[in-house]
């Protein structure tokens, strides 16, 4: 996808955030030095777009080490933010779902509290496999919440995917292996696991996503390849803490952020990639099916500052 | 729930203590730590910003009373201002003269709204209000089918597309399922919208319209409690358009800190009416400002855990069950249906976060509800003879009834062990109060 699509995509999503944000940064350094208001004032900023208490202090510490050394001046302290803000979000491959799969299926293991958009994140996730021509299979282990299996399957057939289920209240182990196993013998190259939507703090539910998890690789050696943790934008500092009991429990690769065509700022993404370093992957700016966007931490900087 | 903004507001505290009187510079340090807490629980900026203003006031001002230490006199005025942030007292929700009531839910996406709507229906109908629901989201796939298993389960009844048919627009199907309700003598309808973002003008005049059209008796903002700083931005988007009647503050049975209630309240005015405790349809709760205050400053909420206690334990079983125990006749039958009552209360480690000082001591240790299964386990592979007249236990027996339930037998004697202390431990508490006994917890 050319970058210059992508960022129109990201700035629209974004498109409340960046005014908002940007007229009160210009008025807080309107000064020419980085004074104490104004440091102030951008910490009071990045802590109002959920970036935390901790990562906003540092940061504006930080702005305030780099500004020592140089010249400083308005355009500075703005060019001087953008590049702290990038530094911790930055890193990490960008999703790619036309890049080399590790194994054959490759598995992708979705999990996250409830609501977030899980499904909703599946359904265009396998759009992208499906858009650059891989073969997609849809493991309903959401077998909790009413009707979550309809919604996968609604998604399924948009997408062009298949799907395995099982009846509302089955062992979401055993679909998982099911699927895999499936997907095994049709040759699929994509199975995306959507699992029901669980608190972290829930010590049995997440026993029982170990348990899935461990039925995936029973079948196929080294599955999941990826676990997203998806998180909505919306959410404030107890994204830490669902991140981190997540992780512990699945070793979570990526993180998909959603639902950023809203007022929230997602500023929740510093605090995360600053304390825990696992990368954002996919960010969620729309209800269109490909409103699902490959994280590119640069661009999400530059789209929330830009001027 | 809280449990943080409790443990900071506690360490603030305590550095407080020892000291003879509030100055200057310890409020100072006590409130940045509490701005620092509430901004951690995502409590707004602004709001937190007011909130400190008001602690500022009260603790330097003439309120502060002599007899306190300042650490107390700071657990006092945090509490208060607290308790009027969040509303001073619980509003039930408001019901039509003519009925049916209608209540319209509304909220972003993935906050529980359908979930909520199942559990408002459940609780109205235990109240004796024949609940009616309204599938009237559109959008999402599967999401009147959602609503149709909710119902199913609760057996209520739902109107959605099946009824008006697939083309009928969200406004249409509102108007009809009121209707509908009416005909059938339901008395309050529920209506369940689609989730969406308070910047789509074109949805959110589409609930503008409903509103118009169906005159709700309620109006829920219905919020996830894991907002963050935009609680505020959304909340009052909300309002401005809808002027909603209340919010609803749904997955309360995570870590979040819910500094959104707080938020929510506070820029609307609106009282938060409602919390919603757990996955299962009957974790449902009544907001009360003050316990939730409360429970902030660790002081735990006892009305609380008695009002679920109440609801599960029927008067007629606990009447029963206090013969039995001055019969000195408990069983472990009793037993079992005691378990069962409790297990009906809600996870055990909610529970616990009601009793005061429980938050504190138990933290870290992971209640598990899996517990009550073993246990179960073992009585249910007891013969009925066995329940009534646990004395005839001897090792074969336990050894049979650890086969049957698949524990060992030591996990049987130590269940009858248990059993036989709290058979005394009863038989002592009849003897001393033989009054009404409306909740007896099988062990402490």
Request: aromatic content about 4%.
């Amino acid at each position: 996808m050319a970058v210059a699509g992508l960022l129109e995509k990201v700035r629209n999503g974004l498109a409340k955030t960046r005014s908002a944000m940007v007229a009160r940064i210009t008025t807080a350094i309107s000064g020419d030095a980085l004074d104490e208001e104004a440091a102030d004032e951008i910490e009071e900023i990045l802590i109002q777009a959920d970036v935390g208490v901790d990562a906003a202090v540092e940061i504006v510490d930080r702005l305030r080490e780099r500004l020592r050394r140089a010249e400083s001046g308005a355009e500075q302290i703005f060019v001087s933010l953008r590049k702290e803000l990038c530094q911790i979000a930055g890193g990490g491959v960008p999703f790619d779902p036309g890049a080399e799969l590790t194994g054959k299926p490759h598995v992708v293991l979705v999990v996250g509290v409830n609501g977030v958009g899980k499904t909703t994140t599946i359904g265009k996730l396998a759009r992208l496999y499906r858009d650059s021509g891989r073969s997609v299979l849809l493991a309903a282990c959401d077998t909790f919440r009413a009707a979550a299996v309809p919604q996968l399957e609604i998604w399924a057939e948009r997408a062009g995917a298949n799907i395995v289920r099982a009846q509302q209240g089955a062992d979401p182990a055993a679909v998982a292996f099911d699927a895999v196993s499936a997907a095994l013998s049709r040759d699929t190259d994509v199975v995306l696991v959507d699992t029901a939507g669980r608190l972290h703090t829930k010590v049995n539910l997440m026993e029982e996503l170990k348990k899935v998890r461990r039925s995936l690789g029973k079948q196929c050696q080294g599955a999941p390849h990826e676990t997203l943790l998806v998180l909505d934008a919306t959410t404030g500092q107890n994204a830490l803490s669902q991140a981190r009991q997540f992780h512990l429990a699945t070793e979570v690769t990526g993180l998909v952020l959603t639902k950023l065509d809203g007022t929230a700022k997602g500023g929740i993404a510093f605090a995360l990639r600053r304390e825990l370093g696992i990368p954002i992957k996919l960010i969620g700016v729309g209800e269109g099916e490909d409103d699902l966007q490959p994280f590119d931490g640069e661009t999400f900087v530059e789209a929330l500052l830009e001027r | 729930m809280f449990d943080r903004l409790t443990e900071r507001l506690d360490d603030v505290f305590r550095k407080l203590r020892g000291q003879g009187r509030i100055t200057e510079r310890n409020i100072d340090e006590s409130l940045r730590e509490i701005r620092r807490a509430l901004l951690e629980a995502d409590v707004n900026f602004q709001v937190a910003r007011s909130f400190l203003h008001a602690v500022r006031d009260k603790a330097t001002g003439r309120e502060v009373l002599r007899s306190l230490t300042p650490g107390q006199q700071m657990v006092k005025i945090v509490h208060d201002e607290l308790v009027s942030l969040l509303g001073r007292q619980m509003e039930p929700v408001k019901l039509a003269d003519h009925p049916p009531t209608v209540i319209l839910l509304v909220g972003l996406q993935g906050c529980g709204k359908t979930t909520f709507a199942g559990k408002l229906a459940l609780d109205f109908k235990k109240r004796g209000r024949p609940p009616f629901l309204v599938a009237a989201d559109v959008y999402r796939p599967a999401a009147d089918e959602q609503l149709r298993t909710l119902g199913g389960s609760i057996e209520v009844p739902v109107f959605g597309l099946a009824e008006t048919g697939e083309d009928a627009d969200p406004v249409e199907i509102c108007r009809r399922g009121v209707e509908a309700a009416r005909k059938s003598n339901r008395s309050v309808v529920i209506l369940d919208t689609a989730g969406r973002l308070s910047i789509d003008d074109e949805m959110m005049d589409e609930l503008v319209e409903i509103r118009a059209l169906m005159h709700p008796h309620e109006i829920l903002f219905v919020a996830d409690s894991m907002l963050g700083q935009d609680a505020v931005e959304t909340a009052s988007r909300f309002y401005e358009r809808l002027a909603f009647t209340g919010s609803v503050l749904t997955k309360m049975d995570g870590d979040a800190r819910g500094g959104a209630a707080l938020s929510i309240r506070e820029v609307t005015g609106q009282p938060v009416k409602f919390i919603c405790t757990g996955e299962g349809l009957e974790a449902l709760e009544t907001f009360h400002p003050d316990r939730i205050a409360s429970r902030i400053l660790g002081m735990g909420d006892v009305v609380s855990l008695v009002e679920k206690a109440e609801q599960v334990f029927d008067g007629e079983k606990a009447e029963k069950m206090e013969a039995k125990l001055r019969q000195e006749a408990f069983s472990f039958d009793d037993f079992r249906e005691q378990l069962q009552a409790i297990k009906k209360m809600g996870p055990l480690d909610q529970l616990m976060g009601m009793i005061p000082g429980a938050g504190k001591t138990l933290k870290g240790v992971q209640l598990d509800d899996n517990a009550f299964v073993q246990v179960e386990a073992i009585i249910n592979s007891m013969t009925a003879k066995e329940r009534v007249q646990p004395q005839i236990l001897n090792g074969s027996r336990r050894q049979r009834i650890a086969r049957g339930s698949g524990t060992t037998v030591q996990d049987v004697n130590r269940l009858v062990k248990q059993f036989q202390s709290m058979q005394k431990m009863v038989k002592q508490m009849s003897r001393m109060k033989p009054g009404r006994m409306k909740m007896s917890m099988p062990f402490a």
